[in-house]
């Protein structure tokens, strides 16, 4: 098993900035790749931004391009998320995820590990 904890959360006004991180453990030979989703109180849990292990690769939401940048420090086994820019329409439970491919990774069901989230409050 993997096990991914999330931290960096928290309360900000528009444009200001906030980095996530996800700290794995365990099994973390298994993981091909790593991800953000985030889900908003009434939606459905989208995607954000995903890494393949080594790096090689990032992949980011339409709606988080050029705001949001994903990355990872292997020796730590963690992956970050900086946001900057934030909106009112970011407001969500970040999540982070593990998958053992790196083929799908825009969809919640490549993932086999999740954390357990972590809260962003942006406000106007």
């Known amino acids: 098993q993997v096990q991914l904890v999330e931290s960096g959360g928290g309360l900000v006004q528009a444009g200001a900035s906030l980095r996530l991180s996800c700290g794995a453990s365990?099994?973390?030979?298994?993981?091909?790749?790593m991800a953000w989703f985030r889900q908003a109180p009434g939606k459905e849990r989208e995607f954000v931004s995903a890494?393949?292990?080594?790096?090689?690769?990032?992949y980011y939401a339409d709606s988080v391009k050029g705001r949001f940048t994903i990355s990872r420090d292997n020796p730590k086994r963690t992956v970050y998320l900086q946001m900057i820019s934030l909106k009112p329409e970011d407001t969500a439970v970040y999540y982070c995820?593990?998958?053992?491919?790196?083929?799908?990774?825009?969809?919640?069901?490549?993932?086999?590990?999740w954390g357990q989230g972590t809260q962003v409050t942006v406000s106007s």
């Open positions: 995820a593990s998958s053992p491919t790196t083929n799908g990774l825009g969809y919640a069901t490549t993932y086999r590990y």
């Open positions: 890494i393949t292990w080594d790096g090689s690769s990032t």
């Open positions: 365990g099994r973390t030979f298994s993981v091909k790749a």
